[in-house]
């Protein structure tokens, strides 16, 4: 390619270098046109073409003024971009700086982990203060079982399993941020309510477990174990056919309108039979519909095939064997030493089994009754053979002392008599020996005569006795029976309240 110069027709090569630049300004053209040309294009687009244009003047001596002004035309609108390149460089970091604010708003971690991290760092440690002042506990589920009924004490043990729900809104989180449902957090590091048993005497409670569950939502799960024992006068009224009701007050801090409610859910009940006591039912009550008196109602039955065997059942065949021993017969002293080893007996059993007898209290149990009569009947049976047993031998009841000195008064007069009737005899000479041996045996048959009367009127009052004896063991059984299963005795198990 030629060109012409300085108005003379002449022809010049054209320098590659100029050509070069004049066809990557061509291809620029239409890439500017789609899209801005950032800075660095813009100044190495610049800077070859002002290379090329200073190349070229290189090439021109004659018009260096005119170039140097060409050059100096050419590069303003270059320093104006060097002059805008720092608004550009501004709006170029602007969305650098978004990027950094996005960083800013989202958490450095979104494991379980790290979210339960955070929740104990709130130091959640007291109770969630509610507008009202109150927190609500639920207690969905109680699974309740009896240990033991000390009948003696009148107390009976029990052990609770207590499930818990509450709402703490400082422990809740948002899940489209940290992506869990729940998490686990340790049981020290976070608030539990704090039950206690109204009428306890003596009351453990434990943590289920050393971790409790936190929900998104701020509700928390946990279970405690409760061992409690509870001061209940059983009503032994009709033992060992007893039954009644023992309540558990269990309750939460609460006071002037601040603290804690709760709301019971469902009871369950395990393990029912307990030595001689059967859990029948276990209900959930408050006493005058407040809801700061709550209470569980555990029914109590006792189961009566051990104590009426070991307890009720010997002292009947005792009584029985006694009635039978009005069979034997008055003289001699076997009925006598008899009724005395019953006696002793019975005396023997009530030692031994001084423990496994019912304590006291508002309704005294009839089983203690019960033994005392059989006592007394027992020693009154032995003192009335004794009685008759001299009546049958001596014919009174006076002391033997005193029967053996009529016996021999009547013996002295007697042998005054018959001195004076051998003074006669031997002044007269007519008595014989044979007169002597049918008065001797006239005397014989007179004192058995004497002995017959005194057994026959000993016997029958011993009749009379037993008959009289026979009705009130008949009697006492018919009341003992009424008083057993027909009489009640009441008493108020809510009387720690009033």
Known sequence: ?????????????????????????????????????????????????????????????????????????????????????????????????????????????????????????KEALSQPQSPSCISNISVPLIVYETLSVDTKDLRFESHLQVMLSWE??????????????????????????????????????????????????????????MNTVVGCEVNLYNYPFASDFCPIAINVWALKGCGMFLNFGNVSTTSANRGDWLTENVELDAKGGRDDRNYLWVSLKMRSENPFLSLVLPSILIIVADVVSFSLPLGGGERISFKVTLVLSFIMFLIILNDLLPGGGQCSPIIRKHFCFCLVILVLSTLQSMVLTRLAKCGTLWPCSLSKSKDSLLKDTDNEEES???????????NTALQKVVKFLNKMAAQDQ???????????????????????????????????FGSQCKINQLDFWS
Not at 38 to 51: D, K, P, R, V, Y
Not at 72 to 90: E, V
């Open 1 to 121: 390619m030629y060109f012409v110069t300085g108005g003379r027709a002449g022809m010049r090569p054209i320098d590659h270098s100029v050509l070069k630049c004049c066809l990557f300004s061509l291809l620029l053209l239409p890439v500017s046109a789609a899209d801005p040309p950032s800075n660095a294009a813009i100044l190495a687009s610049e800077t070859t073409a002002g290379n090329a244009s200073n190349t070229a003047n290189a090439g021109q001596a004659p018009n260096t003024s005119t170039n140097t002004s060409n050059t100096a035309s050419t590069n303003q609108p270059f320093n104006t971009a060097s002059t805008n390149q720092p608004s550009n460089t501004a709006s170029t970091n602007q969305p650098s700086n978004t990027a950094t604010s996005s960083r800013a708003t989202t958490p450095s971690c979104t494991t379980r982990r790290c979210l339960a991290s955070m929740l104990i760092a």
């Open 168 to 225: 703490d809104p400082d422990l809740s989180w948002d899940t489209s941020v940290y992506h869990h449902d729940m998490v686990v957090l340790p049981v020290s590091k976070i608030w539990t309510p704090e039950l206690h048993v109204t009428n306890g005497v003596q009351t453990t409670i434990k943590h289920g477990n050393k971790d409790l569950l936190v929900h998104s939502n701020g509700t928390i799960e946990h279970m405690v174990i």
């Open 420 to 430: 004076k009737s051998d003074i006669k005899a031997s002044e007269e000479e007519k």
């Open 450 to 484: 004497k002995n017959a009367i005194h057994h026959r009127f000993a016997n029958k009052v011993d009749l009379i006795c037993f008959c009289i004896y026979l009705t009130v063991l008949i009697v006492y059984a018919v009341v003992i029976l009424y008083f057993s």
